[in-house]
């Protein structure tokens, strides 16, 4: 008899399968306990702080400079952060007050920690990186080891840890281990932009990862996010194949996004400022489809100046030479707080209140500065820069933000699709606007009134839900280019039904553009349009799937 294999699940970050035993990375180190004081003399144990924090820094840039690519990025953004000087007056003032140094750099990290796990989002996900600093200035200045990983192995190991820090990660590589699961982290954590520089499988936000067993031989797919444990040599043979024949799959889809029979879709990259766009252009993205330009200001507590916006602006026009560039003004509000704006008063369901256009109404002269720079960083560069507002409600707040768009001097001027209500009324607003972009995440959650950070919600935030597919299908036919920018545009099964619901372009996290280039070439239009109808016809989500499904024979091939 066939037994039934554990398995768990979590969310894939990086492709490919990968095999080997589960490797438990060690617990953190311990925090100092509270209320411990030093003999007195706070001047030593201030510089004995200062040592530690300095050796950490340097071992930090040492194991940068021998990881190189974006991991020595990383590596040198955390030795910056631990020479913080604000850091380090934090230390010393708590040292001053008689607190050891262990305990004083652990309080004084703990309130960044809380601070950007507060922020969450992007932003949240460096809390790691924190963590990471504080830990191994804390075992430096103890003289206890810090939690290491083994250089070498027998066989390459799956690396399983509650999070892991990239100074660990940085040095390790592909012969090493066969994957990464860890129980937090998210799509831009650092493991997993690691994972995807070094090739490796990987799965985050695993939950109870780190009550596997040292040692159980673990098969991992980082495309569908699926662990098994104790597999069958069967079940390792189908996984590893499939992931064998994908990676074959995919290094073979090149050029701009088409389906199988011509039926043009421009496929871009959803960016979070600069640094986002050496991977948007090794997957071979046309174009940007949604710059979240608030992402380059979210730790800020001063305005940017309009110099500095029109740099960061330029950088990422000049990246795409004659290709679209789709920048959305700050989406302040709900999980994103800026802090240079001024506070808008306490809000009971901040989702619900003052966020997107609604702010920028309130303070124009930001998003005025915005546009400014936009168009200044425009003039020079030959790509075409299209502007979007986020959170749009209503065709007059559509007309309002397209004259600032047209009195800055810019000539497109379009809308994001998040709210039900613009969606609904899609022709209408058409009317005041050049493009839509449909931001399935917010129209996900405003249409099933389910919180997107919401875990246990995960179901009705599902974009395959027949009812958010009605409604992509309203904006796509009210008479202008209408994108999808959100999470649905990275599934390659879900991108094929959009198209076929007459979406005109689909933006994603770069590293799914391969898989979605790949599946639209192995299909034609009239296939996209039957998975759409089909799909539209479910009861269910899951339904919607397996109608959809039957419609995409190629997805097979792509065993996605
Ligand atoms: C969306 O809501 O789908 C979207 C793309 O915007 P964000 O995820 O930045 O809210
Ligand atoms: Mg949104």
């Known amino acids: 008899m066939r037994r039934a294999a554990m398995e768990m699940t979590g969310a894939g970050v990086s492709p490919g399968a990968g095999c080997g035993p589960a490797y438990l990375v060690g617990v953190a180190v311990p925090e100092p306990p509270l209320g411990s004081r030093h003999d007195g003399d706070g001047d030593a144990e201030i510089a004995r702080a200062e040592a530690s924090v300095e050796r950490v820094a340097a071992d930090l840039e040492v194991r940068g400079e021998a990881a190189g690519g974006d991991a020595q990025d990383v590596l040198l953004a955390q030795a910056m952060i631990a020479r913080d000087p604000v850091l380090a007056a934090d230390v010393a003032e708590l040292i001053r007050l008689g607190t050891t140094a262990e305990r004083a750099v652990y309080e004084a990290f703990m309130k960044y920690h809380d601070l950007l796990a507060e922020v969450g989002g992007y932003l949240g996900e460096r809390v790691a990186d924190i963590d990471d600093i504080r830990d191994r200035v804390i075992a430096d200045l103890s003289g206890v080891p810090i939690h290491g990983l083994p250089g070498e192995a027998e066989k390459p190991y799956v690396l399983v840890a509650r999070d892991l820090a990239p100074a660990d990660t940085a040095t390790l590589s592909k012969e090493v281990v066969a994957a990464f699961v860890t129980e937090q982290g998210g799509p831009t954590s650092h493991t997993a932009i690691l994972a995807r520089s070094m090739g490796v499988p990987a799965v985050v936000a695993c939950a109870n990862a780190t009550s596997i067993m040292d040692g159980t031989l673990l098969l991992v797919d980082g495309t569908t996010g699926r662990i098994v444990l104790e597999p069958s040599e069967d079940e390792i043979h189908a996984i590893v194949r499939a992931a064998t024949v994908r990676g074959t799959v995919l290094a073979s889809a090149t050029g701009p996004g088409a389906t ?256 979605v280039r790949a599946t639209l070439a192995r299909h034609t239009l009239d296939q996209c349009r039957a998975a759409a109808v089909a799909a539209r016809s479910a009861p269910t989500a899951e339904a919607a799937k397996a109608a959809a499904r039957v419609h995409l024979p190629g997805l097979v091939d792509l065993a996605v």
């Open 260 to 515: 199988l029979d011509g039926h043009r879709v421009s496929l871009l990259a959803n960016i979070g400022g600069p640094q986002d766009l050496p991977s948007a252009i090794h997957h071979g993205a046309e174009g940007v489809g949604l710059y979240r330009t608030e992402f380059l200001f979210l730790d800020r507590e001063e305005a940017p100046s309009e110099e500095e916006q029109e740099a960061a602006y330029r950088q990422v026009l000049d990246a795409f030479p004659g290709g679209p560039v789709v920048v959305r003004v700050l989406d302040a509000g709900g999980d994103k707080p800026l802090g240079f704006l001024p506070p808008i008063e306490d809000e009971p369901n901040p989702a619900l209140g003052e966020r997107g256009i609604r702010i920028l109404r309130i303070f124009p002269e930001v998003m005025e500065g915005q546009l400014r720079a936009l168009a200044r960083a425009s003039k020079s560069s030959s790509a075409r820069l299209h502007v979007m507002a986020p959170m749009v409600a209503t065709a007059e707040e559509a007309r309002w933000f397209t004259e600032a768009v047209h009195a800055a001097g810019l000539s497109s001027a379009g809308i994001m699709i998040e709210i039900p209500a613009a969606a609904l009324r899609a022709a209408d607003l058409a009317a005041a606007v050049g493009f839509f972009s449909v931001g399935t995440n917010d129209l996900a959650q405003y249409l099933f009134a389910a919180d997107r950070e919401v875990g246990t919600l995960r179901d009705l935030q599902d974009p395959w839900q027949p009812v958010l597919l009605d409604l992509v299908a309203l904006a796509a036919s009210a008479g202008v280019p209408c994108g999808v920018c959100g999470e649905a545009a990275s599934d390659p099964a879900l991108a094929c039904v959009l198209v076929g619901l007459g979406v005109t372009s689909l933006s994603m996290g770069a590293p799914a553009l391969p898989w």
